[in-house]
């Protein structure tokens, strides 16, 4: 017992030594790579609601699905999600899982073969086996990266912007207890893909942010006939302009609740940036009002946003 409680210790002042060395040190001085020029700081969940709020005006979000891999970059890399925040303001969806002695991790596959230099299941590997592995990019070349922890990752992200948690293997009670021991539950935004994970947050932290998939009318109707209060969320709403998204966009409009359309399956996949930039304001046209991209700079470039 007194053991355990030394390494929760250990690890609780490492992660606020981290905490204050983002806010307080230059970042050349503990290994950051760029300046995070267009970041926002959020003071609280009343500050990051109103941010992502309709009050002021339909003007679309950007989301970095992973973070970025354009330009070279790794996936679910701090390096990805610091070089993007030196263009233009983003928040980014990232990936949690497991290793085996249970350190969370960002990284998107089950398996290690695709996107870094080791190879097998992440869950049979412990942190110390792959914290010196490198990250690929998109094309499958190794970078400097490193598999960053969450921890690490929202030490980084604090003060500049918001993390969205993605579901994978991490289990809803470990991660809502990582962020009540952390303190950041409110200043990190959680994807849920059912009334009942909403619930779950909702009900451990009543303000959390959430990332809402609901790609119907019907599905929208699940997550308001459950009972959770419909506010401090966007919606997903699938990743490709359809009919149906109108009466959606209407739905949500009057529920003052943001929209999301991802790219990353769809329209990021055209070969040619012209047709991307092309598909970009043709989403926005559509109604969607956030924008989730492996390419957020390009996104920004196409509707000149800062």
Known sequence: MTTARTNNGIASFIFYLLL?????????????????????????????????SLDKGPQVIISGHRGSTESGLAENSIEAFDTVLSHHFAFFE??????????IVLMHDATLDRTTSGTGKLADRTWDEVKSLRLKDRNGQ?????????????????????LNLDKKDVPLPVMAKLLRDLGVANLVMVTVHSPAEALFYRNHFPDQMLSVHAKTEQALQQYIDSGLEMRHMIVYIGSQITPANKALYRKLSA?????????????????DASERAQAYRAIQEDGATVIESDFPMEVSRALDIK
């Open 255 to 271: 529920m003052g609740i943001r929209a999301m359309i991802s790219a990353s399956s769809s329209y990021d996949k055209h070969g």
């Open 94 to 103: 990232v990936d949690p899982r497991l290793t085996k002695d249970s350190v």
């Open 20 to 52: 204050w060395s983002n806010l307080v040190l230059p970042r050349s001085l503990y290994g950051q790579t760029a300046t995070a020029d267009h970041g926002k700081r959020f003071s609280d969940i009343n500050d990051l609601a109103s941010f992502f």
């Open 142 to 162: 190794l970078t400097d990266c490193r598999i960053p922890t969450l921890k690490e990752a929202i030490a980084w992200a604090t003060g500049k912007t918001i």
